[in-house]
């Protein structure tokens, strides 16, 4: 709860910077494929798709509870099948339709037909994420039912058979990553963690009082990008600031990126381009929360968008970018919307109103 605190903090400075339109103008190429993400348009949480030039708005849950609702980690709770078949979502449908309590898994078509529960257990099911062939997905459970909220992370089939606990007693973990080839997989517990596929050779990657989380692989599997929360030891400007770092797989080489990045602004949500060769982020540095790239060894820092834009992804190609934007909404309130850019941030313009939470999922197939 604390970190979707922290986004929500950041939209509120991001809206003191203006949210305008202005500049705001077509990309130069229509960018194919689909986009999926979370809208209340319904008044409850539904996982809609629309197609990247803006047409083709579809309800695919359609259902009266909430599906795909991000859980209390403020992780995205839904996902993609690596050949854009099905999609990996989580629902309290099977529960009071209120409360997140006793959340599952389940899947979907990717036109939202054959909806199927894949979990049936007490406790609450998030962050289901998709193995790189398809064949399994990883997820996060609380070991226990409620009131014990500790976490750990699970595999199961496809079509939800086989579910085994993948970390040993006694430890705990969040935001599973698969590796690009599969056989591992990056989560955090407090720190950054690999363990393979079957569950051996658990290896813990960095060492530190600090809150590191949300691990993200390079395309190749060598390093692994993640977000930290750290105190900021300015005298006059205490706090907790988020920052981002970049690990080698074996643990070596830790670096905190961009360079020059400073302790007292928010840096967050790293996303390497398919070419390797950026790292798409955002910061509060300057005119509140935007997106911003980099190269990946953190030099030649620039922001890319100035009206209030964060949670941004790339298209398979990396041609374009996706991104959750804020916009006014009427009665002085901020509401959050889907927008698509170039690749270098140029060429900004809005696909849907609506937009519930900051995660948002491309069609995988470039």
């Not at 690990?247 to 007292?264: C, R, S």
């Not at 060769?277 to 060894?297: K, P, V």
């Not at 991104?323 to 900004?348: N, R, V």
Request: proline share 6%; charged share 20%.
């Amino acid at each position: 709860m604390v970190r979707a605190l922290v986004i929500l903090l950041l939209a509120f400075g991001a809206a003191l910077s203006g949210c305008g339109e202005g500049q705001r103008t077509e990309p130069t190429v229509a960018a194919g494929g689909k986009i999926a993400f979370v809208s209340e348009r319904d008044d409850n949480s539904e996982i809609y798709v629309i197609n990247a030039d803006g047409s083709g708005l579809t309800n695919l849950t359609n259902h009266p509870s909430n599906d795909g609702k991000e859980g209390f980690n403020a992780e995205a709770n839904f996902a993609w099948s690596p050949d854009g078949k099905r999609i990996a979502f989580v629902s309290d449908r099977d529960d009071d339709g209120v409360s997140w309590i006793n959340s599952e898994i389940y899947v979907m078509n990717a036109d939202g037909t054959d909806q199927t529960r894949l979990t049936t257990t007490e406790a609450i099911e998030s962050h289901p994420r998709w193995s790189p062939d398809g064949k399994r997905v990883a997820y996060v459970s609380t070991i226990q039912p409620p009131p014990d909220y500790d976490q750990t992370i699970y595999i199961m089939n496809a079509d939800g058979s086989g579910r085994a606990r993948l970390l040993p007693e006694g430890q705990s973990g969040n935001y599973p990553a698969w590796s690009p080839h599969g056989s591992q997989l990056a989560f955090e517990n407090g720190d950054i963690f690999v363990v393979n596929a079957d569950g051996s050779g658990l290896e813990k990657l960095t060492n530190t009082d600090d809150d590191y989380f949300a691990p993200s692989w390079s395309p190749d599997g060598s390093r692994i990008a993640f977000d930290s929360y750290r105190d900021s030891t300015i005298q006059d400007k205490p706090g907790v600031y988020q920052q981002i770092f970049v690990v080698n797989l074996d643990g070596a080489d830790q670096i905190h990126i961009p360079k020059g990045a400073k302790e007292d602004d928010y840096y967050a949500s790293p996303r390497w381009s398919p070419d390797r060769e950026r790292i798409l982020f955002f910061s509060d540095e300057g005119l509140g929360a935007n997106l911003h790239l980099m190269n990946i060894d953190g030099s030649d820092n620039s922001r890319i968008t100035d009206t209030g834009m964060f949670a941004g992804e790339w298209s398979p190609q990396g041609d374009h970018i996706a991104a959750f934007g804020l916009e006014a909404s009427g009665q002085g309130m901020l509401g959050g919307a889907l927008y698509i850019m170039d690749g270098d941030g140029s060429h900004q313009t809005k696909l849907t109103s609506d937009v519930a939470e900051p995660h948002i999922a491309w069609f995988p197939i470039p």
